[in-house]
């Protein structure tokens, strides 16, 4: 099975104790990217609450955040999925 898409929590999976992106993670999405698999970091925090390293990496496009709720696409700023309720 060839995967295409990868969602991945933050706290204690993705970011380590100093709120840092490991460079054994950085090497993985890169490697993740090159292949073909799309890396999305997801957690409950707004955008704005999470790490800079995860909000800047450009090897990350997309960032799921607010549980969820919203998925963002950092090329073009468009919110692909809104899923608040009213």
């Given at each position: 099975?060839?995967?295409?898409?990868?969602?991945c929590?933050?706290?204690?999976?993705?970011?380590?104790?100093?709120?840092?992106?490991?460079?054994?993670?950085?090497?993985?999405?890169?490697?993740?990217?090159?292949?073909?698999?799309?890396?999305?970091?997801?957690?409950?925090?707004?955008?704005?609450?999470?790490?800079?390293?995860?909000?800047?990496?450009?090897?990350?496009?997309?960032?799921?955040?607010?549980?969820?709720?919203?998925?963002?696409?950092?090329?073009?700023?468009?919110?692909?999925?809104?899923?608040?309720?009213?």
């Open positions: 099975m060839k995967y295409k898409l990868l969602f929590d933050l706290d204690g999976t993705l970011l380590n104790s100093r709120i840092e992106v490991s460079d054994e993670n950085r090497i993985a999405i890169r490697k993740m990217s090159g292949m073909g698999v799309t890396f999305v970091p997801s957690s409950g925090r707004t955008l704005y609450e999470m790490p800079e390293c995860v909000r800047e990496n450009t090897d990350i496009r997309y960032i799921s955040y607010s549980d969820g709720a919203v998925v963002l696409d950092r090329l073009t700023g468009e919110r692909l999925c809104a899923c608040m309720d009213r």
